[in-house]
């Protein structure tokens, strides 16, 4: 029997398997930032171990950094000591990090792939759930704790349970105005915010195919959202052409030979997976969210589904969600005002996504009752959006740009959506006060955020487009 | 470095019959910024449990004195979210050592797993039947073995089984940690980068 494109990769990890336990697995990549890194080097400083292999290890300070005047001291202490801790720990152990205010200093999961240091068919780990943006490259990616951080700097190693594989398959064309947000946040409407837990999934079909690299780390990205564990899609020409030339990428005799590896990275015909899931591109239409998990999310023409079409058991847990949101069973989505516009993230904080929505605002003003923040994925991302103008047409719509953070997606530093206002958000998760205190979030696509952005309201990108 | 031994424990449990508690409920990002594993359980569910001018909301389970004990009983797909694992820090410090749902989010289970705490995953009839004995009578005691791997509810002598990787439950039982195994096998790990850099 065939091998899906996972267990190739993780067979050609494993170092040892424990009876009845989990696999020992090699970790060729760990990306480390300041908020779930200090206790794991407290941990390895206690017991007296240095990094193992310092070289396979990366640091950048994301979480907990202001996005304004990033090149005077931290005002907040606690930021400022645990952003200064990385910077001493990376110092003592000799790993390489790009502190605040170093051009290639981002969102760990932006700097990644832009530093070429995400390859096909590595195994990488990172303190952070996001960590399956990888998988876009063919990578097995996946979020950890930090006792496992202390793990793998201690031993380059993890103990991990093999998941099982799902594969999830969608065909067909893309409707215009649908991206690969919509796509995803309509795959995780579909099988719930549980629905791939214990999975490993792999993305196939032309939908993932004819997206660009970009694109697919954004599905990626959002595995977790459905509780996978990571996800997916085979390496191709479009993999290779994004890779080659990064800072971190093979060269010369190296890159012939990567490449002859990398091309073998797909799933065999004959392979079995433990799901199969399979859905129809012209069933996807621009998507929001309503709810307080990426899971409740509906067409952006459609409406909040009534208490009577949920099984009886999710009721009490929808009406907390509505009554958290202010929303009601049934509501129609389009027309519901908004008070922020956030575009930045992990998932979709990159210069296409910047792109895409200077490319929609250029000309137009954002509504008066909107507040609109811009934050880069990175450094590297910010400074190609001034060479290619995007932050004068945002400027001149009147959105505030930010420097580069995970910002308002989890508002650990200063930008918080205050509480009871509604924020659309390109980011990732839309739970309770996730973007401040009694924050209200729905998730979307940046161009379905330019949309809001412009006319302060919930409306369908589609319908600006055509005029 | 041990993790905190677990074989047995009798205990009344606290009920928070929620779906899809996640990992932002259990301690909010702001809470993140210490350096050290210590003192987030007083953050634990800290925008439920606490008003905006820091005052306890008596509504919520953790400020009612009726309901105390060593047990969390969730809803369903518990830990969903980030990969904190101050999530799994903050209930071990607020004092839970066992946390009951019909389904847990891997990674919170995996964090759960190395910090001493138990997460025992039950059918959703027997969460059913935990939650109403608890709203029965709030001292309900329930009996986990992780030995034997059953979880009873004392009132009704009702027991069920559940599962646990065989490896984790003899490292709870003994208080082992990963690290110390796999630096047990680091022969291993060298011949392993030494044939791949071949």
Known sequence: MGKTLFDKIWDAHVIDEIEGGPSVLYIDKHLIHEVTSPQAFNGINKRGLKVRRPERTVATPDHNVPTIDQHLPIKDKLSKYQVDKLTENCEQHGVELYGLNHPYQGIVHVVGPQMGITQPGMTMVCGDSHTSTHGAFGTIAFGIGTSEVEMVLATQCILQPKPKKMRITVNGSLKNGVTSKDVILYIISEISASGATGFFVEYAGEVFRSMSMEARMTVCNMSIEMGARGGLIAPDQKTFDYVEGREYAPKGTDWDKAIAKWTKLNTDADAVFDEELKFDAADIEPMITYGTNPGMGVGITGSIPSVGDISSKEVPSFQKSLEYMGFKDGDVMIGKKVDYVFVGSCTNGRIEDLRSVADFVKGKKKADNITAWIVPGSKQVEKQAIKEGIVDVLEEAGFKMRQPGCSACLAMNDDKVPKGKYAVSTSNRNFEGRQGPGSRTLLASPLTAAAVAITGKIIDPRTILQN | ?198
């Not at chain 2, 001018?53 to 969390?72: A, E, H, T, W």
């Not at chain 2, 138990?118 to 030995?147: C, G, R, W, Y």
């Not at chain 2, 509810?153 to 990787?165: L, Q």
Request: charged residues 25%.
């Open chain 2, 1 to 198: 470095m041990a993790i905190d031994k677990f074989r047995h424990t009798i205990s009344t449990a606290v009920p928070l019959p929620i779906e899809n508690v996640d990992t932002d409920q259990i301690i909010p990002a702001r809470f993140l910024k210490a350096t050290t594993r210590d003192g987030f359980g007083e953050n634990l569910f800290r925008d439920w449990r606490y008003d905006n001018s820091d005052q306890p909301i008596p509504d919520f389970v953790l400020n009612n004195p009726i309901y105390r004990g060593k047990i969390l009983v969730g809803g369903k797909n518990f830990g969903c979210g980030s990969s904190r694992e101050h999530a799994a820090w903050a209930v071990g410090d607020y004092g839970f050592k066992v946390v009951v749902s019909s389904f847990f989010a891997d990674i919170f289970k995996n964090n759960a797993l190395n910090n001493g705490i138990l997460p025992i995953t039950v059918s959703e009839d027997f969460l059913a039947q935990i939650f109403s004995e608890i709203e029965k009578d709030p001292d309900v005691k329930f009996e986990v073995n992780l030995e034997s791997q059953t979880f009873k509810i004392t009132s009704t002598a009702v027991e069920t089984d559940f599962d646990i990787n065989p490896y984790k439950k003899k490292c709870l039982l003994n208080g082992y940690d990963d690290i110390d195994y796999l630096l047990s096998i680091s022969d291993k790990i060298e011949t392993f980068e030494t044939a791949r850099a071949e």
